[in-house]
């Protein structure tokens, strides 16, 4: 009893202290000596797998990504072993220890197919990734519209290698057109949005190949759905050509960044033409009042050790806003 009435005097006293010492405080100016906040960095596990047989375990990226000193980690889907929750969870446990943020979600999906079955199992796929988020507490998955698929392999090249060297253009299916691609791509989505509303997390459409291959298109559908849930994933190294008008295009819808990087030369070569500009970047980001995570992914053939380091110092200093 004498603990609790001690306790209960301590916090009456302090109660009336901001008042009584308002008329002192509030005309004493407010310095802030720290002008700029560096935008949070995470690494995606794609980083460090450079796509050299298996997948690199997630267990091993969240070490490097701590060693290397970034604040969270974006982890790709196909890379986990397992998607059971005592599976999600141990990767929580490992990432919170290391003091990470497990920040963002990227996953695959296919909304651009006439067929309708399709189009729902994709759907109910994309509504199992977003609980997977949910279950992982990350604010955000990366979603694709999907492509086409009418590229074909080319001697010992993969199908995917083809459309990297046509950078992401392919053919419509016969017999189709884009708008109705677009109309398949907009229902889908839209049927995701409730599950996104009630596990709390965000859509982030890409700008990546298909109906995502321009800003035109990604925003064509943002702005179709109209939601809160569906934002902008903006990855810089997707755009061959018009890239700053794409680019100023996405910004100000952007719910995060993902940051190529090629050092050593890109894995594609196509995708060696293109120069990102990180320091003008940065600046338009700025302009659009950006205050979230850039996602680091290196897809270049040097060594991971050294370049997904090097990838760092140069987001480091090319992403931060004004705190005033």
């Not at 047989?53 to 060693?67: D, N, Q, V």
């Not at 969870?89 to 919170?96: A, D, E, H, T, V």
């Not at 992982?136 to 993969?158: A, D, E, F, V």
């Not at 018009?242 to 594609?268: D, F, M, S, V």
Request: hydrophobic share 35%; with cysteine.
């Amino acid at each position: 009893m004498k603990r609790r009435s001690l306790i209960k005097t301590i916090a009456s006293a302090s109660v009336g202290l901001p008042f009584l010492n308002h008329s002192k405080i509030k005309n004493i100016p407010v310095k802030n000596s720290n002008k700029i906040k560096h935008n949070p960095i995470a690494a995606s596990t794609y980083s460090f797998w450079q796509f050299n047989g298996s997948e690199t375990p997630i267990e091993y990226c969240i070490e490097k990504t701590a060693e290397f000193g970034f604040d969270g980690i974006e982890l790709l889907l196909i890379q986990m072993e397992s998607e059971e929750n005592s599976y999600l969870q141990s990767i929580k446990k490992r990432s919170f220890h290391a003091g990470l943020d497990i920040m963002g979600l990227s996953t695959h999906q296919s909304f651009v197919s006439p067929d309708a079955n399709k189009r729902i199992e994709n759907i109910e796929l994309t509504k199992h990734q977003i609980e997977v988020a949910y279950s992982l507490g990350i604010p955000t998955i990366r979603i694709n519209t999907g492509r086409w698929g009418t590229t074909k392999p080319i001697g010992n090249k993969s199908a995917f290698d083809v459309l990297m060297d046509n950078k992401g253009i392919e053919p419509i299916i016969n017999g189709f057109t884009e708008e109705e691609g677009f109309k398949w791509v907009i229902d889908s989505i839209s049927k995701c949005i409730p599950t996104a509303e009630k596990c709390g997390v965000v859509l982030g459409l890409e700008n990546h190949w298909g109906l995502g291959l321009t800003s035109n298109g990604v925003m064509k559908i943002v702005n179709a759905i109209d939601s809160p849930w569906l934002s902008v994933t903006l990855d810089t190294g997707n755009f061959f050509d018009n890239r700053e008008a794409q680019l100023a295009e996405l910004a100000p819808h952007t719910c995060l960044i993902q940051a190529k990087t090629y050092y050593g030369g890109a894995k594609w070569p196509a995708f060696d033409q293109i120069n990102i500009d990180y320091k003008s970047l940065g600046e338009l980001m700025r302009k659009n009042k950006y205050k979230g995570y850039i996602s680091l992914e290196f897809e270049g053939n040097e060594d991971a050790n050294i370049a997904v380091p090097k990838s760092l110092e140069l987001l480091r200093k090319s992403f931060y806003y004004n705190l005033s």
